[in-house]
Protein backbone atom coordinates (compact mmCIF):
# COMPACT_ATOMS: atom_id res chain seq x y z
CA UNK A 1 0.00 0.00 0.00
CA UNK A 2 1.28 3.58 -1.13
CA UNK A 3 2.74 5.31 1.98
CA UNK A 4 0.91 8.77 2.48
CA UNK A 5 0.32 11.50 4.94
CA UNK A 6 -1.98 12.81 7.07
CA UNK A 7 -5.74 12.74 5.51
CA UNK A 8 -6.34 16.60 5.03
CA UNK A 9 -9.49 17.97 6.39
CA UNK A 10 -12.88 18.07 4.46
CA UNK A 11 -14.34 21.58 3.32
CA UNK A 12 -17.79 22.19 2.91
CA UNK A 13 -18.97 24.97 1.32
CA UNK A 14 -22.10 25.76 3.15
CA UNK A 15 -25.30 27.29 0.98
CA UNK A 16 -27.95 25.46 3.12
CA UNK A 17 -30.64 27.41 5.20
CA UNK A 18 -30.02 30.64 6.79
CA UNK A 19 -27.24 31.03 5.18
CA UNK A 20 -26.41 32.83 2.11
CA UNK A 21 -24.84 31.50 -1.44
CA UNK A 22 -20.77 32.54 -2.50
CA UNK A 23 -20.73 34.72 -5.48
CA UNK A 24 -20.37 32.40 -8.23
CA UNK A 25 -16.54 33.58 -9.22
CA UNK A 26 -15.64 32.96 -5.61
CA UNK A 27 -17.41 29.28 -5.43
CA UNK A 28 -15.96 28.68 -8.46
CA UNK A 29 -12.11 29.63 -7.77
CA UNK A 30 -12.32 28.08 -4.18
CA UNK A 31 -13.70 24.70 -5.51
CA UNK A 32 -10.72 24.98 -7.74
CA UNK A 33 -7.80 26.14 -5.67
CA UNK A 34 -9.16 23.67 -2.72
CA UNK A 35 -9.20 20.27 -4.68
CA UNK A 36 -5.85 21.66 -6.45
CA UNK A 37 -4.87 21.55 -2.86
CA UNK A 38 -5.51 18.10 -2.32
CA UNK A 39 -8.50 18.85 -0.27
CA UNK A 40 -11.85 16.74 -0.67
CA UNK A 41 -14.44 19.43 -1.12
CA UNK A 42 -18.58 19.09 -0.17
CA UNK A 43 -21.18 21.74 -1.04
CA UNK A 44 -24.22 21.85 0.96
CA UNK A 45 -27.31 23.02 -0.29
CA UNK A 46 -31.05 23.17 0.51
CA UNK A 47 -31.69 20.65 -2.51
CA UNK A 48 -30.03 17.55 -0.14
CA UNK A 49 -27.73 15.85 2.46
CA UNK A 50 -24.18 15.27 2.42
CA UNK A 51 -23.30 12.24 4.05
CA UNK A 52 -19.74 11.80 6.52
CA UNK A 53 -16.85 10.85 4.32
CA UNK A 54 -14.67 9.48 7.62
CA UNK A 55 -12.57 12.39 7.89
CA UNK A 56 -11.39 13.36 11.37
CA UNK A 57 -11.60 16.83 10.68
CA UNK A 58 -13.94 19.09 8.77
CA UNK A 59 -14.25 22.79 7.88
CA UNK A 60 -17.44 24.28 7.62
CA UNK A 61 -17.38 27.50 5.84
CA UNK A 62 -20.31 30.06 4.93
CA UNK A 63 -22.22 33.29 4.60
CA UNK A 64 -24.31 32.96 7.56
CA UNK A 65 -27.29 34.86 8.10
CA UNK A 66 -27.36 34.29 12.16
CA UNK A 67 -25.11 33.44 14.66
CA UNK A 68 -22.94 29.82 14.49
CA UNK A 69 -25.01 27.23 14.52
CA UNK A 70 -22.48 24.93 16.23
CA UNK A 71 -19.06 26.22 18.11
CA UNK A 72 -16.21 25.02 16.82
CA UNK A 73 -14.17 22.11 18.03
CA UNK A 74 -10.96 19.88 17.82
CA UNK A 75 -12.73 18.20 14.79
CA UNK A 76 -14.77 20.73 13.21
CA UNK A 77 -13.83 24.22 12.81
CA UNK A 78 -16.94 26.65 11.33
CA UNK A 79 -15.88 30.04 9.85
CA UNK A 80 -18.23 33.17 8.70
CA UNK A 81 -16.54 34.24 5.34
CA UNK A 82 -18.60 36.86 4.40
CA UNK A 83 -16.77 39.70 2.07
CA UNK A 84 -14.09 37.82 1.78
CA UNK A 85 -12.14 36.48 -1.59
CA UNK A 86 -11.20 32.85 -2.65
CA UNK A 87 -7.74 33.02 -1.52
CA UNK A 88 -8.52 34.89 1.86
CA UNK A 89 -10.66 31.90 2.63
CA UNK A 90 -8.26 29.26 1.08
CA UNK A 91 -6.52 30.93 4.02
CA UNK A 92 -8.77 30.39 6.58
CA UNK A 93 -9.11 26.71 5.67
CA UNK A 94 -5.09 26.27 5.47
CA UNK A 95 -4.55 27.98 8.94
CA UNK A 96 -6.99 25.21 10.80
CA UNK A 97 -5.42 22.69 8.98
CA UNK A 98 -1.85 21.00 10.68
CA UNK A 99 1.32 22.87 10.27
CA UNK A 100 2.42 19.66 8.53
CA UNK A 101 -0.47 19.44 6.46
CA UNK A 102 0.11 23.12 5.51
CA UNK A 103 3.20 22.20 4.34
CA UNK A 104 1.85 18.67 2.73
CA UNK A 105 -0.71 20.87 0.90
CA UNK A 106 2.05 23.57 -0.22
CA UNK A 107 4.41 20.93 -1.86
CA UNK A 108 4.01 20.81 -5.73
CA UNK A 109 5.48 17.57 -5.88
CA UNK A 110 3.16 14.68 -5.00
CA UNK A 111 3.41 11.05 -6.18
CA UNK A 112 1.80 10.92 -9.53
CA UNK A 113 -0.71 7.61 -8.31
CA UNK A 114 0.14 5.42 -11.30
CA UNK A 115 -0.19 1.88 -10.25
CA UNK A 116 -2.12 -0.98 -11.78
CA UNK A 117 -5.54 -2.07 -10.75
CA UNK A 118 -6.53 -5.57 -11.38
CA UNK A 119 -10.43 -6.74 -12.67
CA UNK A 120 -10.63 -9.82 -10.88
CA UNK A 121 -14.04 -10.14 -13.28
CA UNK A 122 -11.03 -10.92 -15.86
CA UNK A 123 -8.04 -12.29 -13.99
CA UNK A 124 -7.40 -16.05 -13.63
CA UNK A 125 -4.80 -15.65 -11.24
CA UNK A 126 -2.03 -16.72 -13.35
CA UNK A 127 0.81 -14.96 -11.48
CA UNK A 128 2.40 -14.17 -15.09
CA UNK A 129 2.11 -10.56 -13.97
CA UNK A 130 4.28 -11.17 -10.46
CA UNK A 131 6.54 -13.09 -12.85
CA UNK A 132 7.05 -10.63 -14.80
CA UNK A 133 7.26 -7.11 -12.25
CA UNK A 134 10.69 -6.84 -11.15
CA UNK A 135 10.11 -4.00 -8.87
CA UNK A 136 7.66 -6.08 -5.97
CA UNK A 137 4.38 -3.97 -7.21
CA UNK A 138 2.18 -7.35 -6.82
CA UNK A 139 2.36 -9.51 -3.85
CA UNK A 140 -0.02 -12.37 -2.94
CA UNK A 141 -2.91 -12.77 -0.06
CA UNK A 142 -2.23 -15.58 2.66
CA UNK A 143 -5.23 -17.20 0.63
CA UNK A 144 -3.33 -17.27 -2.95
CA UNK A 145 -4.84 -14.79 -4.52
CA UNK A 146 -2.72 -11.76 -6.29
CA UNK A 147 -2.79 -8.75 -5.20
CA UNK A 148 -1.16 -5.07 -5.75
CA UNK A 149 0.42 -4.36 -2.91
CA UNK A 150 3.35 -1.94 -3.35
CA UNK A 151 1.65 0.68 -5.44
CA UNK A 152 4.63 3.28 -5.11
CA UNK A 153 7.07 0.49 -6.22
CA UNK A 154 5.14 1.09 -9.87
CA UNK A 155 7.36 2.74 -12.55
CA UNK A 156 5.32 5.97 -13.55
CA UNK A 157 4.22 5.70 -17.15
CA UNK A 158 4.57 2.20 -17.63
CA UNK A 159 2.42 -0.27 -18.17
CA UNK A 160 4.27 -3.08 -19.39
CA UNK A 161 2.66 -5.81 -17.05
CA UNK A 162 -0.96 -4.96 -18.24
CA UNK A 163 0.70 -6.22 -21.74
CA UNK A 164 2.13 -9.30 -20.58
CA UNK A 165 -1.17 -10.41 -18.65
CA UNK A 166 -3.19 -13.09 -21.06
CA UNK A 167 -6.55 -11.76 -19.55
CA UNK A 168 -6.72 -8.19 -20.34
CA UNK A 169 -7.35 -7.95 -16.40
CA UNK A 170 -4.63 -5.28 -15.80
CA UNK A 171 -6.22 -1.60 -15.46
CA UNK A 172 -4.17 1.68 -15.46
CA UNK A 173 -6.59 4.21 -15.14
CA UNK A 174 -4.31 7.17 -16.03
CA UNK A 175 -2.99 5.41 -19.24
CA UNK A 176 -3.22 6.49 -22.50
CA UNK A 177 -5.32 4.19 -24.66
CA UNK A 178 -8.05 1.38 -24.08
CA UNK A 179 -8.33 -1.44 -22.83
CA UNK A 180 -5.77 -0.30 -20.57
CA UNK A 181 -7.01 2.81 -19.16
CA UNK A 182 -10.17 0.60 -18.18
CA UNK A 183 -12.69 1.09 -21.78
CA UNK A 184 -14.85 -1.76 -22.21
CA UNK A 185 -12.55 -4.46 -24.29
CA UNK A 186 -13.66 -5.48 -28.06
CA UNK A 187 -13.52 -8.27 -29.91
CA UNK A 188 -10.09 -6.57 -31.20
CA UNK A 189 -8.45 -6.70 -28.12
CA UNK A 190 -9.72 -10.36 -27.31
CA UNK A 191 -8.54 -11.51 -30.56
CA UNK A 192 -4.98 -9.95 -29.91
CA UNK A 193 -4.56 -11.55 -26.30
CA UNK A 194 -5.60 -15.13 -28.07
CA UNK A 195 -2.33 -14.56 -30.81
CA UNK A 196 -0.38 -13.28 -27.33
CA UNK A 197 2.46 -16.22 -27.32
CA UNK A 198 4.56 -16.74 -24.15
CA UNK A 199 6.65 -13.45 -24.20
CA UNK A 200 9.95 -14.93 -22.99
CA UNK A 201 9.75 -17.85 -25.81
CA UNK A 202 9.11 -15.20 -28.49
CA UNK A 203 12.15 -12.88 -27.67
CA UNK A 204 14.08 -16.43 -27.50
CA UNK A 205 14.52 -16.59 -23.94
CA UNK A 206 14.59 -14.18 -20.67
CA UNK A 207 12.48 -10.61 -21.86
CA UNK A 208 15.07 -9.38 -19.31
CA UNK A 209 17.96 -10.36 -20.62
CA UNK A 210 17.13 -9.30 -23.91
CA UNK A 211 16.01 -5.64 -22.65
CA UNK A 212 19.27 -5.65 -20.64
CA UNK A 213 21.26 -6.87 -23.18
CA UNK A 214 20.54 -4.10 -25.40
CA UNK A 215 20.65 -1.14 -22.86
CA UNK A 216 23.79 -2.61 -22.18
CA UNK A 217 25.02 -2.17 -25.86
CA UNK A 218 23.44 1.35 -25.98
CA UNK A 219 25.81 2.36 -22.41
CA UNK A 220 28.74 0.93 -24.54
CA UNK A 221 28.29 3.14 -27.43
CA UNK A 222 27.92 5.76 -24.97
CA UNK A 223 31.14 5.23 -22.97
CA UNK A 224 32.94 5.05 -26.47
CA UNK A 225 31.84 9.17 -26.45
CA UNK A 226 34.24 11.76 -25.48
CA UNK A 227 31.70 14.35 -26.52
CA UNK A 228 29.08 14.82 -23.59
CA UNK A 229 26.10 16.24 -25.83
CA UNK A 230 27.42 13.58 -28.57
CA UNK A 231 27.43 11.06 -25.89
CA UNK A 232 24.00 11.92 -24.46
CA UNK A 233 22.56 12.41 -28.09
CA UNK A 234 23.93 8.63 -28.79
CA UNK A 235 22.29 7.26 -25.89
CA UNK A 236 18.77 8.21 -26.22
CA UNK A 237 18.94 7.38 -29.92
CA UNK A 238 19.98 3.63 -28.55
CA UNK A 239 16.99 4.01 -26.42
CA UNK A 240 14.80 5.39 -28.33
CA UNK A 241 15.71 2.21 -30.49
CA UNK A 242 15.48 0.08 -27.80
CA UNK A 243 12.07 1.18 -27.14
CA UNK A 244 10.76 0.95 -30.29
CA UNK A 245 11.77 -2.17 -30.76
CA UNK A 246 9.37 -3.14 -27.62
CA UNK A 247 6.51 -0.55 -28.74
CA UNK A 248 3.97 -3.02 -27.93
CA UNK A 249 5.16 -3.09 -24.27
CA UNK A 250 5.09 0.63 -24.66
CA UNK A 251 7.77 0.88 -21.39
CA UNK A 252 9.31 4.61 -21.04
CA UNK A 253 12.53 5.21 -21.48
CA UNK A 254 13.34 6.16 -17.86
CA UNK A 255 12.29 2.49 -17.34
CA UNK A 256 14.82 1.11 -19.24
CA UNK A 257 17.67 3.28 -18.89
CA UNK A 258 17.22 2.10 -15.12
CA UNK A 259 17.18 -1.35 -15.48
CA UNK A 260 18.86 -2.88 -12.77
CA UNK A 261 22.33 -5.03 -13.24
CA UNK A 262 22.04 -8.36 -15.31
CA UNK A 263 22.57 -10.49 -11.86
CA UNK A 264 20.35 -8.39 -10.15
CA UNK A 265 17.36 -8.81 -12.69
CA UNK A 266 18.08 -12.47 -12.82
CA UNK A 267 17.83 -13.04 -8.63
CA UNK A 268 14.68 -11.03 -9.13
CA UNK A 269 13.17 -12.49 -11.22
CA UNK A 270 13.64 -16.01 -9.62
CA UNK A 271 12.35 -14.60 -6.92
CA UNK A 272 9.50 -13.69 -8.71
CA UNK A 273 9.26 -16.98 -10.01
CA UNK A 274 9.64 -18.36 -6.94
CA UNK A 275 6.79 -16.78 -5.56
CA UNK A 276 4.36 -17.18 -7.88
CA UNK A 277 5.33 -21.03 -8.13
CA UNK A 278 4.18 -21.29 -4.59
CA UNK A 279 1.11 -19.13 -5.27
CA UNK A 280 0.33 -21.26 -7.89
CA UNK A 281 0.73 -24.36 -5.63
CA UNK A 282 -1.02 -22.85 -2.66
CA UNK A 283 -3.91 -21.64 -5.16
CA UNK A 284 -4.37 -25.21 -6.56
CA UNK A 285 -4.43 -27.23 -3.02
CA UNK A 286 -6.95 -24.82 -1.86
CA UNK A 287 -8.42 -24.51 -4.68
CA UNK A 288 -8.62 -20.71 -4.46
CA UNK A 289 -10.19 -18.68 -7.35
CA UNK A 290 -9.04 -15.03 -7.52
CA UNK A 291 -12.37 -13.34 -7.02
CA UNK A 292 -12.91 -16.34 -4.29
CA UNK A 293 -11.37 -14.66 -1.30
CA UNK A 294 -12.14 -11.63 0.58
CA UNK A 295 -15.78 -9.79 -1.13
CA UNK A 296 -14.64 -9.36 -4.78
CA UNK A 297 -16.83 -12.66 -5.57
CA UNK A 298 -19.71 -11.04 -4.23
CA UNK A 299 -20.32 -8.23 -6.47
CA UNK A 300 -23.19 -9.15 -8.56
CA UNK A 301 -22.77 -8.69 -12.52
CA UNK A 302 -21.97 -6.09 -14.19
CA UNK A 303 -24.99 -3.54 -15.50
CA UNK A 304 -24.58 0.06 -14.88
CA UNK A 305 -20.41 -0.99 -14.28
CA UNK B 1 -38.66 17.35 -2.39
CA UNK B 2 -37.66 14.07 -3.71
CA UNK B 3 -34.26 12.47 -2.48
CA UNK B 4 -31.63 13.02 -4.67
CA UNK B 5 -28.40 10.34 -5.93
CA UNK B 6 -25.24 11.73 -4.01
CA UNK B 7 -23.36 13.16 -6.36
CA UNK B 8 -19.10 12.38 -6.34
CA UNK B 9 -17.30 14.12 -9.07
CA UNK B 10 -13.52 13.38 -9.65
CA UNK B 11 -11.22 16.22 -10.01
CA UNK B 12 -8.16 13.41 -12.15
CA UNK B 13 -5.32 15.56 -10.46
CA UNK B 14 -1.81 14.27 -12.07
CA UNK B 15 -2.52 13.59 -15.33
CA UNK B 16 -4.33 15.35 -18.31
CA UNK B 17 -6.49 12.02 -19.41
CA UNK B 18 -9.28 13.81 -18.70
CA UNK B 19 -9.98 16.74 -21.32
CA UNK B 20 -9.48 19.65 -18.92
CA UNK B 21 -12.40 21.48 -21.12
CA UNK B 22 -15.09 18.49 -19.62
CA UNK B 23 -13.85 18.55 -16.51
CA UNK B 24 -14.13 22.12 -15.72
CA UNK B 25 -16.92 22.04 -17.52
CA UNK B 26 -19.29 19.79 -15.46
CA UNK B 27 -17.19 21.35 -12.23
CA UNK B 28 -18.63 24.79 -13.40
CA UNK B 29 -21.96 23.56 -14.33
CA UNK B 30 -22.22 21.44 -10.87
CA UNK B 31 -20.96 24.52 -8.88
CA UNK B 32 -23.63 27.01 -11.07
CA UNK B 33 -26.80 24.47 -9.88
CA UNK B 34 -28.20 23.82 -6.41
CA UNK B 35 -27.00 20.00 -6.55
CA UNK B 36 -24.99 19.26 -3.05
CA UNK B 37 -22.31 17.25 -4.03
CA UNK B 38 -18.63 16.20 -2.96
CA UNK B 39 -15.54 16.33 -5.30
CA UNK B 40 -12.07 14.67 -4.39
CA UNK B 41 -8.82 15.45 -6.30
CA UNK B 42 -8.16 11.89 -7.68
CA UNK B 43 -9.78 8.94 -7.41
CA UNK B 44 -6.35 6.51 -8.21
CA UNK B 45 -4.64 8.27 -5.45
CA UNK B 46 -7.81 7.52 -2.56
CA UNK B 47 -7.52 4.10 -3.94
CA UNK B 48 -3.52 4.09 -3.61
CA UNK B 49 -3.89 5.27 -0.22
CA UNK B 50 -6.78 3.47 0.85
CA UNK B 51 -8.41 6.53 1.71
CA UNK B 52 -11.53 5.62 4.53
CA UNK B 53 -13.40 8.23 2.55
CA UNK B 54 -14.02 5.03 0.10
CA UNK B 55 -15.90 3.04 2.14
CA UNK B 56 -18.11 5.39 3.14
CA UNK B 57 -18.57 6.49 -0.47
CA UNK B 58 -19.02 3.04 -1.36
CA UNK B 59 -21.92 2.67 1.68
CA UNK B 60 -24.03 5.74 -0.32
CA UNK B 61 -27.28 4.65 -1.41
CA UNK B 62 -26.79 4.71 -5.32
CA UNK B 63 -23.68 7.20 -5.86
CA UNK B 64 -23.46 8.64 -8.97
CA UNK B 65 -19.72 9.09 -9.74
CA UNK B 66 -18.50 11.64 -12.42
CA UNK B 67 -15.25 10.53 -13.37
CA UNK B 68 -13.75 7.80 -15.89
CA UNK B 69 -14.29 4.47 -17.48
CA UNK B 70 -16.43 2.69 -14.89
CA UNK B 71 -14.50 -0.21 -15.02
CA UNK B 72 -11.69 1.68 -14.02
CA UNK B 73 -13.93 2.94 -10.80
CA UNK B 74 -14.87 -0.02 -10.15
CA UNK B 75 -11.72 -1.91 -9.25
CA UNK B 76 -9.68 1.05 -8.15
CA UNK B 77 -12.87 0.98 -5.40
CA UNK B 78 -12.48 -2.71 -5.15
CA UNK B 79 -8.41 -2.18 -4.69
CA UNK B 80 -8.98 -0.04 -1.41
CA UNK B 81 -11.40 -2.58 -0.11
CA UNK B 82 -14.66 -0.41 -0.41
CA UNK B 83 -16.49 -2.73 -3.53
CA UNK B 84 -19.13 -0.64 -5.19
CA UNK B 85 -22.38 -2.34 -6.06
CA UNK B 86 -22.74 -2.00 -9.83
CA UNK B 87 -26.20 -2.24 -10.00
CA UNK B 88 -27.13 1.03 -7.37
CA UNK B 89 -23.79 2.86 -8.70
CA UNK B 90 -23.80 5.06 -11.82
CA UNK B 91 -20.30 5.83 -13.44
CA UNK B 92 -20.41 8.78 -15.81
CA UNK B 93 -17.26 9.00 -18.06
CA UNK B 94 -15.68 12.38 -18.52
CA UNK B 95 -13.01 10.67 -20.39
CA UNK B 96 -15.31 9.83 -23.44
CA UNK B 97 -18.35 11.83 -23.13
CA UNK B 98 -18.77 16.08 -23.86
CA UNK B 99 -19.79 18.42 -20.94
CA UNK B 100 -23.26 18.50 -22.26
CA UNK B 101 -23.66 14.64 -22.45
CA UNK B 102 -22.44 14.53 -18.74
CA UNK B 103 -24.35 16.72 -17.69
CA UNK B 104 -27.45 15.59 -19.37
CA UNK B 105 -27.11 11.58 -18.49
CA UNK B 106 -26.52 13.43 -14.71
CA UNK B 107 -30.03 15.10 -15.02
CA UNK B 108 -31.50 12.36 -16.08
CA UNK B 109 -30.31 10.42 -13.58
CA UNK B 110 -31.21 12.55 -10.87
CA UNK B 111 -34.71 12.81 -12.55
CA UNK B 112 -35.18 9.01 -13.10
CA UNK B 113 -34.50 8.13 -9.64
CA UNK B 114 -38.18 7.45 -7.60
CA UNK B 115 -38.60 9.75 -4.64
CA UNK B 116 -38.10 7.22 -1.51
CA UNK B 117 -37.75 9.47 1.27
CA UNK B 118 -38.18 12.87 2.35
CA UNK B 119 -34.16 14.10 3.04
CA UNK B 120 -34.05 16.34 6.41
CA UNK B 121 -34.26 20.10 5.02
CA UNK B 122 -31.08 22.02 5.66
CA UNK B 123 -29.42 19.18 7.41
CA UNK B 124 -25.58 18.34 6.88
CA UNK B 125 -23.93 15.44 7.78
CA UNK B 126 -20.49 16.86 8.63
CA UNK B 127 -18.82 13.72 10.51
CA UNK B 128 -15.78 13.49 12.77
CA UNK B 129 -13.78 11.44 14.79
CA UNK B 130 -15.62 7.92 15.20
CA UNK B 131 -18.10 9.17 12.90
CA UNK B 132 -18.97 6.16 11.15
CA UNK B 133 -22.48 5.54 12.78
CA UNK B 134 -25.22 8.09 12.23
CA UNK B 135 -25.61 8.80 15.83
CA UNK B 136 -22.12 9.86 16.57
CA UNK B 137 -22.00 12.70 13.62
CA UNK B 138 -22.46 15.88 14.32
CA UNK B 139 -24.82 18.38 12.13
CA UNK B 140 -25.28 21.63 11.24
CA UNK B 141 -29.61 21.68 12.02
CA UNK B 142 -31.48 24.76 10.75
CA UNK B 143 -33.31 24.34 14.41
CA UNK B 144 -30.44 24.00 16.64
CA UNK B 145 -29.62 28.02 15.76
CA UNK B 146 -30.74 30.79 17.98
Redesign the interface.
Known sequence: MAAHLPQLPRVILYEGKDSQPFAAEVRQELMVKLLDRGYTVSRATERGRLENLGHEKVIVVGIFDRAMPLNSSDSVHIQDVRGQSSESILGAVESFALPREQDTAATPKRWKPWFPVIDYDRCTNCMQCLSFCLFDVYGVTKGGKIQVQNQTNCKTDCPACSRVCPEVAILFPKYKAGPINGDEINQDDLRREAMKVDISSLLGGDIYSMLRDRSEKAKSRFSKERDDDRALKERQRCLDKLKSNFDGLDIPTEVLSSLPSMDQIQAKAQRAKERAQQALEMQSSAGTSPGGEEDVSKNPPATQI | ?S??R?ILYC?????K?LPEEVKDGV??R???S????????????M???????L???AA?ENVCIVA?????????F??A?A?????R???LNM??ESVDEVWDELLAVQSADPATSE???????????N??G?DE??S???Q???
Open positions: MEQPRCAFAVLQLVADFPFDSVPDLCESAKNDPSKEIQCYPRAVRWLDAGPIDPQVKVRTPASGETNLGGPSAATTITTDRG
